[in-house]
């Protein structure tokens, strides 16, 4: 089982940054993936990035490729989404999600939401234009 808080929304101006935080806890974490997700009013949640505890290999969605970045930190079991060059269409509830595995099966990326058995409470995140 994973327990997973975030933090770190908050309001900014188009072309800014924020970092947001997914605290992480759990007897099966080093063998979980860490993902983040987004949903925007009226649209269906968007997978934007994941990584794989073991290791740390990450993919990002290339709507967001170069704009976001996820990364780790093992001392503080915290997952982190650094984003830049926000735009007023990234306005959304952020969202971190866990499954136990790798992102990846074969040829096959778990990017759905369905993929993922548990999640955070979710951050909302406005970037004004």
């Known amino acids: 089982q994973v327990q997973l808080v975030e933090s770190g929304g908050g309001l900014v101006q188009a072309g800014g940054s924020l970092r947001l935080s997914c605290a992480v806890a759990?007897?099966?974490?080093?063998?979980?993936?860490i993902t983040w997700f987004r949903q925007a009013p009226g649209k269906e949640r968007e997978f934007l990035a994941a990584?794989?505890?073991?290791?740390?290999?990450?993919v990002h969605e290339d709507s967001v490729k170069g704009r976001f970045t996820i990364s780790r930190d093992n001392v503080e079991n915290t997952v982190y989404l650094e984003m830049n060059n926000l735009k007023p269409e990234d306005t959304a509830v952020y969202y971190c999600?866990?499954?136990?595995?790798?992102?990846?099966?074969?040829?096959?990326?778990?990017?759905?939401?369905?993929?993922?058995?548990?999640w955070g409470q979710g951050t909302q995140v406005t970037v004004s234009s």
């Open positions: 759990g007897p099966t974490i080093s063998s979980s993936t």
């Open positions: 999600a866990a499954k136990l595995g790798t992102y990846y099966s074969g040829a096959y990326y778990y990017t759905r939401p369905d993929d993922y058995a548990y």
């Open positions: 990584l794989t505890w073991a290791g740390g290999s990450t």
